[in-house]
């Protein structure tokens, strides 16, 4: 696709050999003599970035700047400027242009600034959408549940997530601990910065040092690249550590000392890194009873939870079973392109009878199989794919 250049000078000997350089580069140019030519244009012509001279009539290049950035926020901006007055120049950056050329320039220099300028606002508009689509996916509201004590749960969480303190979320596996902490993240401050999340559950003990911390270049062997850990990655933002309770006890005091202390120390070095960073813990054990054991260190449960919520089992949510019962036949549905619509009402009581030993996340994973081999608009048996059957509900 070919990118579209307003470019505003008003001095057709340096106009023409500049325009030609950008139409053989393979833009397409819109040109106007002065400032307020270029806003008029605007109005009626889509373009890519603006190129503009500062010495202007009428208005000049840096009011040009102000102007469009008021009115057009996204639009790429370069000023072009003689050597006596890269002042203006870096005022106009100030005031939200991209960059600044000083005449005279190479042709390969122009180019180089107009496409930076053009491809860090296409990053830009595709980071601030996939902002739009997390919050949107991941707001409070999107929480599926009528029952009073989840409503509780997701009211404390909506009151923690501008207070920038340390969460600590309990409750089985499976039960939305995760999507919680999402939920946290994107209605906060730091929202549009990094979400990092760390499954403690999951990493081998002689991993955890090097994934919370990073490392630098030859602390190991045949290892020739630095890496940044999860506390650097989420930098600005969130770092949510699940199933926290089973971090090795050696690490305990270095994690507790990071999140205190927001510095990290990676492995082979010998230099401390700042950071900034919200802790989100999940566990699905008990962590004063870890802690009354010798397994977990009391100073570092108390700084994990500044805030401790519990989040009930599906079990205890039978209200809620109707509700995510058809939110998941939706979901499922339309990833398997079927017809299938419904659960006859008859399911629901067996539904609420089962343990739910998974929780929501079981819940999901049977509807979505009673999706694909459904024959029919309304799904009718669920027993076959409950584990173990209807008996352990009962036991």
Same mark, same amino acid.
């Given at each position: ?77 370069? &000023?072009? +400027?003689?050597?006596? #007055?890269?002042?203006?120049? =870096? $005022?106009?950056? /100030?005031?939200? @242009? ?44 999107? &929480?599926? +549940?009528?029952?009073? #004590?989840?409503?509780?749960? =997701? $009211?404390?969480? /909506?009151?923690? @997530? ?234």
């Amino acid at each position: 696709m070919r990118r579209r250049v307003l470019v505003v000078e008003d001095d057709e000997i340096f106009l023409r050999p500049l325009q030609r350089s950008l139409e053989v580069a393979g833009y397409d140019i819109v040109v106007r003599p002065s400032g307020e030519d270029a806003m008029e244009a605007l109005k009626l012509e889509d373009v890519d970035c603006v190129l503009s001279d500062r010495r202007l009539p009428g208005m000049d290049g840096v009011e040009l700047v102000r102007r469009v950035k008021v009115e057009h926020p996204d639009l790429p901006f370069v &000023v072009m +400027t003689a050597h006596g #007055t890269i002042e203006s120049a =870096v $005022e106009s950056v /100030r005031l939200g @242009a991209a960059d600044y050329l000083v005449k005279p320039f190479e042709v390969s220099e122009l180019l180089i600034v107009i496409a930076r300028a053009i491809e860090i606002e296409e990053l830009r508009t595709a980071s601030r959408a996939t902002l739009r689509r997390n919050q949107e996916l991941f707001a409070f509201t999107n &929480v599926v +549940t009528q029952d009073p #004590t989840m409503l509780g749960v =997701v $009211e404390q969480l /909506r009151s923690a @997530a501008d207070v920038d303190t340390t969460i600590l979320l309990c409750g089985e596996r499976g039960v939305g601990k995760k999507l919680l902490a999402h939920c946290v993240h994107f209605a906060g401050a730091r929202r549009d910065k990094p979400f990092v999340a760390l499954n403690c559950a999951a990493l081998h003990a002689e991993l955890f040092e090097s994934e919370l911390f990073g490392f630098r270049k030859r602390s190991f062997t045949n290892v020739s690249e630095s890496r940044r850990g999860s506390f650097h990655l989420a930098n600005g933002g969130t770092l949510l550590l699940e199933e926290v309770g089973d971090i090795p006890q050696n690490l305990q005091p270095k994690l507790l000392r990071a999140i205190e202390d927001q510095r990290v120390m990676p492995l082979g070095s010998d230099r401390a890194v700042d950071v900034d960073v919200r802790v989100i813990a999940t566990t699905n054990k008990d962590l004063r009873l870890e802690a009354e054991h010798g397994r977990f260190r009391r100073d570092l449960l108390d700084r994990l939870s500044a805030v401790q919520i519990a989040v009930p089992p599906l079990r205890e949510r039978p209200d809620d079973m109707p509700l995510l019962v058809r939110r998941f036949v939706e979901i499922s549905a339309r990833r398997s392109k079927t017809s299938v619509s419904a659960i006859s009402p008859e399911a629901i009581p067996a539904l609420c009878r089962y343990r739910w030993p998974g929780n929501v996340r079981e819940l999901e994973n049977v509807i979505e199989r009673a999706v694909l081999v459904s024959r029919t608009d309304t799904i009718t048996d669920l027993e076959r794919f409950l584990t173990g059957g209807l008996a352990s509900a009962e036991s």
